[in-house]
């Protein structure tokens, strides 16, 4: 249907790690009806995010990183980017590392949307 949103989601899982523990993408693809790209963004790290939402600039339209609400253990990337007349977020789930490998996972994802 026309105006509707398209999803995609993947598990990295390998010989390490448990399908629980590994990093998780999902990708959202809507149509852009003039609204601001960036809320996107922004609604998912109040609905997901433990306070401090860190911005990474540059990347993207909007991109941010944070601590997981619920689980202290992992983290959120969420990078908005709108292209071709729609607007495009990934959402990576995975588990906390430094703040420099949330910003290159960010750039990466920023390029391939």
Avoid at 45 to 59: H, L, N, S, W
Wanted: net charge negative; glycine share 8%.
């Amino acid at each position: 249907m026309e105006g509707t949103e398209k999803r995609y989601s993947c598990l990295y899982e390998d010989i390490h790690q448990s399908p629980d523990g590994a990093p998780r993408l999902h990708i959202t693809v809507a149509p852009e009806i003039g609204a601001d790209s960036t809320a996107a963004v922004d609604n998912t790290a109040k609905a997901f995010c433990r306070e401090p939402i860190t911005t990474v600039g540059g990347v993207g339209d909007r991109t941010v990183h944070c601590e997981h609400g619920q689980d202290s253990t992992r983290a959120y990337v969420a990078v908005d980017k709108l292209s071709n007349g729609q607007v495009r977020l990934a959402l990576v789930d995975l588990p906390k590392y430094r703040a420099d490998v949330y910003e290159t996972i960010a750039k990466l994802l920023a390029e391939r949307l």
